[in-house]
């Protein structure tokens, strides 16, 4: 039978059974004839359909038919709930609404009531028979006698604009698209940065300015975004191709971004040796950059009039640069500013500065942009978010300045350099207070802050093969899963993860990011798992966290046992910078997620050394105190 004549059999038995449970919905409740079904409910972007949707009054019904199944399955369970808040985060007529989801398992048997991953929404069960008394029941339940009844037509032609990836942001932008037409959290969030942006771009050209302006962030508030967008805009780069270029010193994400904008165009005819070329020029490794104009050729100038600094904060400090080029004796920082000083008439450096996620070694601060412009012999104008000045949250409390900066310096506090709004997926918003919480190792605190998430499904276990069956469950549609794990979790090779950076530099992570389940080299095949060198700064849908012997609780649990491994064993982590970083990989590793994480943490192996399992088994119980649902005990209230 082909995926069509299934397609055709299941639509034909779902609107059979429809048929037959209507007409007894409406003989016990005659006011359900006013209510409206929609049928193949398109959601954008998913290549997914609902199967039906029934405006019941004020409630919205969502159901999902499963034809011919005998139970409940915890993935039609999802899949049902899901579209729920698919609905709830992203459809502006849903928004406020009470939404049910219903999981139609037409030969199952008499179902028992539904059950939550988070409380958020139940959802509910029935088969073919009990299918009008549940949409009855359920539609009472949550209807709201002071709500106005829901509008059909204006239901159905209300937008849907879901929070877009960076990589489906970014082909957004490179196909002739502007920020305005992205969702409406990154439109709000972007415009006005972006706008403020394009005019200090248009000053320094007429004026023949030196300009610099750091832009800053809330965790998740799309920095990045708003970087290649004013690559993108015109006004920025005064109308000329190849005049603006954006530049990373993440390798991966630079490799990433090029290969979807390739990808993207390849669709409409055009040559992949020509994009890859464009691709190039707008998006550029910032090292690469620095050693052509820095070391290199220091008496020539870029050709770009502006330049996007990405994570500007982790720029390499003078020991750094001096450890790879023994005859330089500058920062990056200070590299960059007498590179664009030497452009001819005027520049824009545009410094996108975070904080909290450092993991290399060598990374200046913030600080050393400060010292760099002090240091510098030529007038700036500094446009700057108030966080660089008061040292605020956005930038882990670290100024620019430590004094009063010179008068060659033109400093100009802009509010609207400073993006205030998480565009991070809505299930995902209140993650990184968990994190946070955990990193620190306060239960109390993650338990409180995971009763506060909403949507995001988190789950604990010890077994790698009920980790994949999770993600693998999680993930309907378009969805993305992926395994991830610290880079010092060595010792995974036992489990037959290999982290190894030869391994990790040789494997295509372009392939791994982008390409669908059908490529072995994927995420969703589960085989590979990235480390937070190979995925800091993109996301995916669906993450299965490996944790790693590199860093457990103490038996006193009152502190980390932070490690490193050498030759065959373990040594302790005693340096405080050390330290940090390895915290920091892994904030960046448990906030990759969108949707759903799930913490693999394995079971060790007492004749292994260096596979501890009392450590291994401090810290499961550990995240399970964190409030993170033991997957194993989880399954059994999930499956019918």
């Known amino acids: 039978m082909t995926q069509y004549t299934e397609q055709f059999r299941t639509w034909r038995e779902s609107f059979s059974i429809l048929a037959e449970a209507l007409p007894l919905l409406m003989s016990k409740h005659p006011a359900a004839a ?82 939550s991953w988070d409380s958020t929404f139940q959802v509910h069960h029935a088969n073919q028979k009990t ?52 969702s409406h959290a990154y439109a709000d969030n972007l415009t006005a940065t972006v706008d403020a942006l394009a005019a200090e771009s248009r000053a320094a050209q007429a004026q023949s300015l030196r300009t610099i302006c750091f832009v800053t962030g809330v965790p998740g508030a799309g920095k990045t975004l708003a970087g290649l967008a004013a690559v993108h805009e015109p006004s920025v780069s005064g109308g000329t191709e190849g005049h603006a270029a954006f530049m990373s010193g993440n390798g991966p994400l630079v490799r990433v971004l090029r290969e979807a904008i390739v990808r993207n165009q390849l669709r409409r005819g055009v040559r992949r040796g020509e994009l890859e070329r464009k691709s190039e020029l707008l998006i550029q490794n910032v090292h690469e950059f620095i050693e052509e ?46 590179s664009m000083a030497r452009v001819p008439h005027w520049c824009v450096v545009i410094a996108l500065v975070g904080g909290g996620q450092e993991i290399h070694s060598g990374e200046a601060g913030l600080e050393e942009w400060g010292r760099a412009l002090k240091a510098s012999p030529v007038p700036w104008r500094v446009v700057v978010s108030p966080e660089v000045l008061s040292g605020g949250t956005a930038v882990a409390q670290h100024f620019l300045f430590d004094a009063e900066p010179p008068p060659h310096l033109q400093v100009v506090s802009v509010p609207s350099m400073h993006l205030s709004v998480s565009v991070r997926s809505p299930r995902a918003q209140r993650i990184a207070e968990w994190v946070n919480a955990v990193l620190t190792l306060d239960e109390e605190r993650a338990r409180r802050a995971i009763q506060e998430i909403s949507g995001f499904r988190m789950a604990l276990t010890r077994d790698l093969s009920v980790a994949r069956a999770w993600l693998k469950d ?22 037959g993860l290999e982290l190894t950076p030869g391994f990790l530099d040789a494997f295509p992570v372009e392939n791994w990011f982008l390409d669908g389940a059908s490529d072995v080299r994927s995420s969703h095949c589960l085989e590979v798992a990235m480390t937070e060198f ?30 490193t491994f050498k030759g065959n064993g373990w040594r302790r982590v005693n340096r405080e910078t050390a330290q940090q970083y390895l915290l920091n990989k892994y904030r960046v590793l448990l906030t990759r997620a969108r ?8 079971p060790g192996s007492a004749d292994d050394p260096t596979r501890e399992p009392g450590r291994l088994d401090r810290t499961a119980a550990f995240l399970e105190r964190c409030g993170v649902p033991l997957l194993e005990r989880s399954l059994a209230g999930q499956q019918a």
């Open 34 to 115: 006013e209510w409206t079904l929609l049928l193949e409910y398109p959601i954008p972007r998913r290549q997914k359909r609902i199967d039906a949707v029934i405006l019941a009054g004020t409630v919205i019904l969502v159901l999902e038919f499963k034809v011919g199944a005998k139970r409940f399955a915890r993935s039609d369970m999802w899949q049902a709930e899901d579209y729920a808040l698919d609905l709830r985060d992203f459809h502006e007529a849903s928004r406020g609404r009470p939404i049910v989801p219903i999981l139609v398992a037409t030969e199952a048997p008499a179902p028992s009531e539904g059950r």
């Open 474 to 495: 999680s993930c309907r549609g378009d969805r993305r899963p992926g395994l991830l794990a610290s880079s010092g979790s060595l010792r995974h090779r036992a489990y």
């Open 293 to 338: 104009y820095g070391v290199k050729n220091r008496s020539s100038y870029p050709h770009e009039h502006v330049i996007v600094f990405d994570e500007a904060q982790r720029a390499w400090h003078a020991d750094k640069v001096g450890s790879r080029h023994k005859d330089v004796q500058q920062s990056e920082p200070a590299m960059v500013l007498e």
């Open 595 to 602: 949707e759903g994480l799930v913490v693999w943490v394995p």
């Open 131 to 182: 299918l009008p008394h549940t949409v009855l029941r359920v539609a009472l339940q949550a209807a709201r006698a002071e709500a106005s009844p829901i509008d059909a037509a204006e239901w159905e032609a209300s937008s849907y604009r879901p929070t877009p990836t960076i990589v489906e942001a970014v082909q957004h932008l490179f196909a002739g698209n502007t920020v305005r037409n992205l």
């Open 534 to 563: 190979k995925c800091q700064g993109l996301e995916l849908d669906y993450v299965g966290l490996c944790w790693g012997d590199d860093l457990t609780v103490q038996e006193s649990r009152l502190a980390w046992d932070m490690r």
